[in-house]
């Protein structure tokens, strides 16, 4: 059974940074592509980045620049590094992994606030 765990969101201030973390268990996951979403209060879930499985990246505008995604082959994880965080990044924050053509398979996602 495959399993998303993702962890690391919380309060900051405007201008800090967070780390989140997804954790990925009960299949290959360098054969995943990895993408992180968010979703805003009465909004629609979002495309945040991607990582694919020869950790080649691509960011949403709003990501490019700011946020970082990267992945650790060895730890079955992939990461978010966010920096200058703004108040417009609140959302909960999910991690999703991709099998092309097989399956795909959320993580429970993870609460990001910015605020001062």
């Known amino acids: 059974q495959v399993r998303l765990v993702g962890a690391g969101g919380g309060v900051v201030q405007p201008g800090g940074s967070l780390r989140l973390s997804c954790a990925v268990s009960g299949s290959d996951f360098a054969s995943f592509v990895m993408h992180w979403y968010r979703q805003a209060p009465g909004k629609q879930r979002e495309l945040v980045a991607t990582?694919?499985?020869?950790?080649?990246?691509h960011y949403a505008s709003s990501a490019r620049g700011r946020f970082t995604i990267f992945r650790d082959n060895d730890k079955n994880e992939v990461y978010l590094q966010m920096n200058s965080l703004k108040f417009e990044d609140t959302a909960v924050y999910y991690c999703n992994g991709v099998i092309p053509g097989r399956a795909a398979y959320w993580g429970q996602g993870t609460q990001v606030t910015v605020s001062s």
């Open positions: 990582i694919t499985t020869t950790s080649s990246t």
